[in-house]
T-cell receptor, first 118, second 114 residues
């Protein structure tokens, strides 16, 4: 069965610090997708990034960057020069393709709460 | 640009009452998912529709729960004889079944059972 582990329950940083959120996953599938979602206090899950299992290139989007390492089953997320608006709960999720229904189930980690202090 | 919408946003009910939630997906999305999220946890999958067909139900979905998606558009999730353990955030997501599939989430319905 698939599993996503986010060992960091809560992280507190001061504005402008860099912060890395860890994500480790388990799956038997060779084809899968990994995601990061942000959940601000309002509650809505906001999609940040999708990465497929075939593409191990790191990605950078503004202050956000993602490091996917298949060898260690990790998909870590770094925020550079953090801002107060980055304060939220961040979820890592794994999506597998189910052959019977075609469903790509999302299995979420338990989330990391990031607090950025001014 | 309309995203996924859910109604109501909050619901307080007494134990034993029935409640119904509605989800309107992004208009061209044919897949619709329901998740439940309890405090301090990530969302957990409940059920999934492709168009109007309910293709999968999680073991979390007891027989008190029923979901429908008539005509493959909006969906409803009904909980009968609510229990205090049903208190949670109920999230709806939708996606397009072509190419890369990303699920986009609505704001959720927060249920409190007293």
């Amino acid at each position: 069965a698939q599993k996503v582990t986010q060992a960091q329950t809560e992280i507190s940083v001061v504005e402008k610090e860099d912060v890395t959120l860890d994500c480790v996953y388990e799956t038997r599938d060779t084809t899968y997708y990994l995601f990061w979602y942000k959940q601000p206090p309002s509650g809505e899950l906001v999609f940040l990034i999708r990465r497929n299992s075939f593409d191990e290139q790191n990605e950078i989007s503004g202050r956000y960057s993602w490091n996917f390492q298949k060898s260690t089953s990790s998909f870590n997320f770094t925020i550079t020069a953090s801002q107060v608006v980055d304060s939220a709960v961040y979820f890592c999720a794994l999506s597998e393709i189910r052959g019977d229904t075609g469903r790509r189930a999302l299995t979420f980690g338990s989330g990391t709460r990031l607090q950025v202090q001014p | 640009d309309t995203g996924v919408s859910q109604n109501p946003r909050h619901k307080i009910t007494k134990r034993g009452q029935n409640v119904t939630f509605r989800c309107d997906p992004i208009s061209e999305h044919n897949r619709l998912y329901w998740y439940r999220q309890t405090l301090g946890q990530g969302p957990e999958f409940l059920t999934y529709f492709q168009n109007e067909a309910q293709l999968e139900k999680s073991r979390l979905l007891s027989d008190r729960f029923s979901a429908e998606r008539p005509k493959g558009s909006f969906s409803t999730l009904e909980i009968q004889r609510t229990e205090q353990g049903d208190s949670a955030m109920y999230l709806c997501a939708s996606s397009l079944s072509r190419g890369r599939e990303t699920q986009y989430f609505g704001p959720g319905t927060r249920l409190l059972v007293l």
